[in-house]
């Protein structure tokens, strides 16, 4: 399988400056329990959180021309 690196490269990119703005917004001032007393799950909570990361993270990969 031949490794795209260029589509990586921008796909991790991506992660960690999406990755980085969800936490400080999830912990630092939303709060993190105070989302997970709002919908009443925490499981419900993380898995929209992983979501809204890898979801446009895969978009940055696929829609990156090679």
Do not use: H, N
Not at 17 to 28: E, P, Q, T, Y
Not at 38 to 65: M, N, R, W
């Amino acid at each position: 399988m031949k490794l795209k690196k260029r589509k990586i490269k921008y796909s991790a990119i991506f992660f960690l400056c999406w990755f980085s703005l969800l936490v400080f917004l999830v912990d630092g001032i939303l709060k993190f329990q105070t989302l997970v007393d709002y919908f009443g799950s925490y499981a419900f909570v993380e898995i929209t959180l992983l979501l809204l990361v890898i979801l446009p993270t895969l978009a940055v990969y696929i829609f990156t021309k090679e």
